[in-house]
């Protein structure tokens, strides 16, 4: 009871610090355009002033991540910049956390570190909540044994505390936690079985949205069934879905708007995650929202990352029909460019602004005619 307490205080702290304030931090990442780009805006959304950049081709090095020379001059950017973070954009396991911690003073945020605090801050609903928990605890269980280990070898900041724990002790609270929230986890999975058994019956068609966030995914929700969803420039906007019903000529379909993807997402992230994303997985129709303004080296690469995720969420292709959102942010010479570039003909996608209007109709028209071409006619005699 006493560690589970204590380990809660400890989670209590971590998302006050970062919640109430802007940290001034130091971001290493990879000398990449795309990388750097997404990197700055992960920073941003976890509350971040990124008063330095370091870049290196490689941040997997033995003992600190970065070489050792270049975590000694990290060092003194640190106090010369008087910054109170580094946010280190790789996977780095607890040792290599605690030596560059020990050697800098300050705390050490990895990638996926990140990323589970800009959930944090951003889960509203309890299920997303018990999601983000849970992703946590998945970071946490292979690092437990460790961290308690390192901690008792001197605290250094982001292992608060650890030190008082017995290693098994604390590794069996996690598993123990981990347990429990999967278990209320299941409960809302089951709920939403029974939901999809009821639409099942109600013969309605399901749509859902998936794309990189910050493709337009709730921007063209919110106009498909006039809704007033959060929209933003920020990252990962929506963390819990939100499924509502549209009419089409003559046919009424439901329309979900999900969780937005992003590159180097952990399985683990996915897996915590699942009970939003099967709805993808559920669908007859899945709108893959694509931000037709970004340049085409960045355009494949989110759009990889997105064909990944949903293959390994055991969505077939045929399912899939590509948006080119953001069409007033560029013109159609270059949109049908970089279809092609894509491996897509025009005729299989649509092109759509959700600033404009511009193609909500012919998305619309799109949508009936793929759905109802493939369900069943028993689902479709409505
Ligand atoms: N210019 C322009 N901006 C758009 C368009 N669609 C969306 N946006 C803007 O792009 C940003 C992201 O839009 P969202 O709808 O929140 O994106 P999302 O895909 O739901 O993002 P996540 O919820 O983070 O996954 C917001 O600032 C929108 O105003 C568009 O067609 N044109
Ligand atoms: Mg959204």
Do not use: W
């Amino acid at each position: 009871m006493l560690f589970e307490q204590s380990f809660r205080d400890n989670v209590y702290l971590i998302r006050k610090n970062k919640i109430d304030c802007l940290k001034k931090a130091i971001l290493v990442t990879y000398p990449d355009k795309f990388v750097i780009q997404e990197a700055l805006g992960l920073a941003e959304a976890g509350g971040y002033e990124v008063a330095k950049l370091i870049t290196q081709r490689y941040l997997s090095k033995a003992k600190y991540g970065m070489g050792s020379g270049k975590a000694e001059e990290l060092k003194s950017t640190l106090k010369d910049l008087n910054a109170d973070a580094i946010l280190f954009d790789e996977k780095l396991r607890s040792v290599q956390i605690y030596n560059l911690a020990k050697l800098t003073g300050v705390e050490v945020i990895n990638r996926e570190r990140l990323i589970l605090e800009i959930f944090n801050k951003r889960a509203s609903s309890a299920e997303a909540k018990l999601q983000v928990q849970l992703a946590e605890l998945r970071y946490e269980i292979p690092r437990a044994r460790e961290k308690v280990r390192l901690a008792k070898m001197g605290e250094q900041p982001g292992f608060f505390g650890l030190g008082r724990y017995d290693v098994d002790d604390y590794y069996r609270m996690i598993k123990k936690r981990i347990a429990i929230i999967t278990k209320k986890l299941k409960r809302v999975s089951k709920r939403r079985e029974l939901y999809r058994f009821q639409r099942l019956r109600t013969n309605l068609p399901l749509i859902s949205f998936a794309g990189y966030t910050g493709a337009g995914k709730t921007s063209l929700f919110n106009i498909l069934v006039n809704e007033r969803k959060d929209t933003d420039k920020g990252l990962f906007t929506t963390l819990t879905t939100t499924t509502r019903s549209l009419q089409l000529s003559g046919s009424r379909v439901l329309v979900s708007d999900t969780v937005g993807f992003i590159s180097r997402l952990p399985p683990y992230m996915i897996e915590a995650f699942k009970a939003t994303l099967e709805e993808l997985t559920h669908a007859n129709l899945v709108l893959l929202v694509i931000d037709a303004s970004e340049p085409l080296e960045n355009m494949i690469r989110k759009y990889q990352s997105c064909v990944s995720v949903l293959a390994e969420l055991g969505v077939s292709p045929l399912n899939v029909l590509p948006i080119f959102n953001k069409f007033d942010l560029t013109n159609m010479d270059e949109t049908e460019d970089k279809i092609k570039a894509l491996g897509m003909v025009p005729q299989d996608v649509v092109i759509t602004s959700a600033k404009t209007g511009f193609g909500i109709d012919a998305l619309k028209s799109k949508i009936s005619e793929m759905v109802y071409a493939r369900v069943p006619t028993s689902l479709t005699s409505a």
